[in-house]
């Protein structure tokens, strides 16, 4: 029974192209994020969401959107996809009053 | 500005004996500490964590220990075990948002 789940796992595509990862979470929490794992291996927050409404958003550029439709669920669309933008990406759940976070499997971009 | 610091890339560890990760942080707002462990293409899982009004935190051969005046935390694994092996991150929240280190590579050798 998979708790926060992320599709594709791996995304190979090209420099300009648009392009989406899902994420999904069947723990009922309230609070969806984004990270993105760099190179240098650091896990950096992007997005949180709370019950669909954004509440961080850490100076990320507008080619990143991410779109919530209902609480279990938090898409992240990237356009005009760059170098830098290859990284890990990591979706996470919580509930309220809680810290502690749980993540998805990570869904590996590569763009070329 | 890294506000999180995991200054040992890597630790090597018998099996049996005991593995002590640190790590440092420098914002004083930080209210509340967890260490995460990771496997190699998965996603970190949630291992321990601790209040800042607490020093100590101990689930099964998990310790983890604060020291808010050093602004420094310790995981504590004893006995470590060949399955222990994993990155660890380190994680601070200012009630807002976690913000992780770089990670400690742990490497358990039976």
């Known amino acids: 029974d998979t708790a926060v789940s992320q599709t594709p796992k791996y995304l190979v595509t090209q420099m300009g192209n648009d392009k989406s990862i899902k994420c999904e979470q069947n723990?009922?929490?309230?609070?969806m994020y984004w990270y993105k794992q760099d190179s240098k291996k650091f896990l950096k927050i992007m997005f949180s969401y709370n019950n669909k409404e954004l509440i961080i958003n850490e100076t990320v550029p507008n080619r990143f959107s991410p779109k919530s439709p209902d609480k279990a669920h938090l898409n992240l669309h990237i356009n005009s996809l760059e170098l830098g933008d290859s990284a890990v990406y990591f979706c996470?759940?919580?509930?309220?009053?809680?810290?502690?976070?749980?993540f998805g499997p990570g869904t590996r971009l590569t763009v070329t | 500005d890294q506000q999180v610091k995991q200054n040992s890339p890597s630790l090597s560890v018998q099996e049996g004996r005991i593995s002590i990760l640190n790590c440092d942080y420098t914002n004083s707002m930080f209210d509340y500490f967890l260490w995460y462990k990771k496997y190699p293409a998965e996603g970190p899982t949630f291992l321990i964590s601790?209040?800042?009004?607490?020093d100590k935190n101990e689930d099964g051969r998990f310790t983890v220990f604060l020291n808010k005046s050093a602004k420094h935390l310790s995981l504590h694994i004893v006995p470590s075990q060949p399955g222990d092996s994993a990155v660890y991150f380190c994680a601070a929240s200012d009630g807002n948002k976690l913000v992780f280190g770089a990670g400690t590579i742990l490497r358990v050798k039976s």
């Open positions: 601790i209040s800042s009004i607490k």
């Open positions: 723990l009922g929490h309230d609070t």
């Open positions: 996470a759940s919580s509930s309220p009053r809680t810290y502690e976070q749980y």
